[in-house]
T-cell receptor, first 115, second 114 residues
Framework: AQTVTQSQPEMSVQEAETVTLSCTYDTSENNYYLFWYKQPPSRQMILVIRQEAYKQQNATENRFSVNFQKAAKSFSLKISDSQLGDTAMYFCAFSTGGGADGLTFGKGTHLIIQP | DGGITQSPKYLFRKEGQNVTLSCEQNLNHDAMYWYRQDPGQGLRLIYYSQIVNDFQKGDIAEGYSVSREKKESFPLTVTSAQKNPTAFYLC?????????????FGPGTRLTVT
């Protein structure tokens, strides 16, 4: 079974700062996918970024980027130039590479962007 | 508008009653999922379905049941056997079986059982 651990229950930074959210995972699979989801106060889950384990290059989506360290089983999310609208719960999630089984989520990090 | 609909947004029931949560998608997605979210717990998988008339148990299936009679619909029944049914329930769907396809989420249903 896979596990996902987010060790920071809450983080707070000033607007325009850069912040990094941590995530570690445990799996015996070699082919898998990692995700960061954002859940704002509306509680709608939004996919932020996705990383495929077989790809060495770290994924980037505008202000969001990841640092994927496969050997260390680490998958951190960096948010640059943080904005007030980034305030939300952020969840790290894991999926095996085959089949339609669902996602395994971490417990989340509550990120607060201060004006 | 394509998307996932969950109704109602808030649901209240008395202990001992079964309750069914609705999930409908018009995205023509094959796979559908039910997750439960509790405070401080993240999301946990209840059931999932890859095709019509087929579904599999997730990590916390006890006390829940599902059906998949139509591609667009995946209702979840919370039975009286579920010991702690009060939670936020999220439905999701995905176009194909591979996780290369994005999993889309509905707006959720908040169930309160007293």
């Amino acid at each position: 079974a896979q596990t996902v651990t987010q060790s920071q229950p809450e983080m707070s930074v000033q607007e325009a700062e850069t912040v990094t959210l941590s995530c570690t995972y445990d799996t015996s699979e070699n082919n898998y996918y990692l995700f960061w989801y954002k859940q704002p106060p509306s509680r709608q889950m939004i996919l932020v970024i996705r990383q495929e384990a077989y790809k060495q290059q770290n994924a980037t989506e505008n202000r969001f980027s990841v640092n994927f360290q496969k050997a260390a089983k680490s998958f951190s999310l960096k948010i640059s130039d943080s904005q007030l609208g980034d305030t939300a719960m952020y969840f790290c999630a894991f999926s095996t590479g085959g089949g339609a089984d669902g996602l395994t989520f971490g417990k989340g990090t509550h990120l607060i962007i201060q004006p | 508008d394509g998307g996932i609909t969950q109704s109602p947004k808030y649901l209240f029931r008395k202990e001992g009653q079964n309750v069914t949560l609705s999930c409908e998608q018009n995205l023509n997605h094959d796979a559908m999922y039910w997750y439960r979210q509790d405070p401080g717990q993240g999301l946990r998988l209840i059931y999932y379905s890859q095709i019509v008339n087929d579904f599999q148990k997730g990590d916390i299936a006890e006390g829940y049941s599902v059906s998949r009679e139509k591609k667009e619909s995946f209702p979840l029944t919370v039975t009286s056997a579920q010991k702690n049914p009060t939670a936020f329930y999220l439905c999701a769907s995905r176009l194909g079986l591979s996780p290369t396809y994005e999993q889309y989420f509905g707006p959720g249903t908040r169930l309160t059982v007293t």
